[in-house]
């Protein structure tokens, strides 16, 4: 079986040669989470089939897709900035075809074409698998198109074509989200949950390993209420995905904390391909503020869950969301947030200011914050995580840690860059490693608060 680096290089060839029988290019930009990226996947996927590769110059490109989120109201931002930087390039090849697919062209559907006179045409992630038609009618009848029809249930064909890029692939297991919490449109965008048939999970993540991935990120907005429909709960899944041939390392996103079960934790135990390292977003650290979310658990049964899980394995690295500036959020309950920052001292946060969406229930709640007190509570929260980041990786100077290499590091192009089973990102020296794919063992030298720096050991050392 080729190396994934052999597999790496013959793509890359294959891709060349592409190139000059002259096979259309696409510009593809992705916003948001790792739902989008794997969206963008498949895109690139559907677009392979109809004789497309992909360009990272929008200057170059036939088509161009921008993938969108709109979770919150920045990125919903950065979207219509970024289409506005290809109105003169439309204007100089009006044979160019420009789109807008994922959450924001699900939200706004026909309005983007009205905002934008030079877009062309605007997908909802139910829509990715239309792609091809959808272009064909446009290159053909000069149309303008809107698709953003949701379906109850899953068409295979949705999820048929994955362009893999790398070591590594995200696999959605599942769409959708039956939980409405109160601040988030994904149950609109996205749709009511819907498990996929671990028989198609399980061919897709063949196919995968086939094309040189060894690592997997199971998706879904809950991943612990997969199975709805499906043959297998979600550790069953997980065994079987960690039993496919090649497959070195299996993570999943995400996991809701009034779902996750003691069965999901104690798989940890048993199964040694699984990451140690899970996602657990817990929002606030207020029990009122949880509530008004609808998050269904409050912050002594989040802190439970998590203490068991860093009893049972103290390598475990978990990461958390928190929203501050919640509608009604007073000093004193954002200071409870601060609390369970410090206490559970996660190892990674991605934090956000509360911003109103469309549709949702908290865009109309009294006591929205003004802009200036959610910037300093950021502020504060971030800056308290930062230190707790930074003494968690001091922890592991001097450890050796296993890495898989993905590439060189974006802030030296001297040194690879992997991610360790616990998701660290670890700089280290080349040293005549055989490159992206490769796992390495490398001792921590030196922690900084969002990476880690090494050296691979000399043999016999």
Request: charged share 25%; with cysteine; net charge negative.
């Amino acid at each position: 079986m080729d190396s994934p680096a052999s597999l790496k290089w013959k793509r890359d060839l294959l891709e060349m040669e592409q190139i000059k029988e002259g096979v259309k290019r696409v510009f593809l930009e992705t916003f948001g989470c790792q739902m989008n990226d794997n969206d963008s996947e498949r895109i690139l996927g559907f677009l392979k089939n109809i004789s497309y590769i992909r360009t990272s110059e929008p200057s170059d490109a036939d088509l161009i897709i921008l993938n969108t989120c709109s979770v919150r109201d920045k990125a919903e931002q950065k979207v219509y900035s970024a289409l506005g930087r290809f109105r003169e390039l439309k204007e100089e090849r009006p044979g160019l075809i420009v789109g807008v697919a994922g959450c924001v062209a699900q939200q706004e559907g026909q309005k983007l074409l009205k905002r934008a006179p030079y877009l062309d045409l605007v997908f909802g992630p139910h829509n990715i698998h239309k792609l091809p038609d959808l272009i064909g009618e446009i290159s053909e009848k000069r149309a303008r198109l809107v698709a953003v029809e949701q379906s109850a249930s899953i068409n295979e064909n949705e999820y048929g074509l994955v362009s893999a890029s790398g070591e590594k692939a995200y696999v959605s297991i599942m769409r959708g989200c039956d939980n409405f919490c109160s601040y988030c449109i994904v149950p609109y965008t996205r749709g009511r949950e819907v498990s996929r048939e671990s028989a198609d999970i399980l061919d897709e993540v063949t196919r995968l390993v086939e094309s040189g991935v060894q690592e997997v990120t199971l998706l879904g907005q809950n991943v612990n209420s997969y199975g709805a429909g499906a043959d297998v709960s979600f550790p069953e899944l997980l065994r079987l995905v960690a039993g496919v041939d090649g497959i070195k390392r299996v993570r999943f996103v995400t996991s809701h904390p009034k779902d996750i079960s003691e069965e999901l934790i104690y798989l940890f135990g048993e199964e040694l391909k699984l990451a140690r390292h899970m996602h657990l977003p817990v929002q606030s650290g207020s029990d009122r503020v949880l509530k008004e979310m609808g998050r269904g658990y409050t912050a002594s049964e989040y802190a439970t869950k998590v203490q068991l899980i860093k009893r049972l394995y103290p390598d475990m690295a978990i990461t958390t969301d928190i929203i501050v500036g919640f509608p009604g959020e007073t000093e004193a309950e954002f200071e409870e947030t601060m609390a369970l920052l410090m206490a559970l001292r996660f190892e990674n946060v991605f934090s956000f200011m509360y911003s109103p969406r469309p549709l949702t229930r908290a865009a109309s709640f009294v006591g929205q914050l003004p802009l200036d007190v959610r910037s300093e509570r950021l502020q504060r929260l971030q800056d308290a995580q930062r230190e707790i980041s930074l003494a968690r990786n001091l922890e592991l100077v001097g450890r050796r840690v296993e890495v898989l290499v993905e590439g060189t590091s974006k802030s030296d192009g001297s040194r690879f860059s992997g991610r360790t089973s616990c998701n660290r990102i670890v700089n280290f020296p080349y040293d005549g490693i055989n490159g992206p794919g490769a796992f390495v063992e490398v001792v921590v030298t030196e922690a900084y608060p969002n990476s880690l720096r090494g050296e691979v050991p000399q043999q016999g050392k």
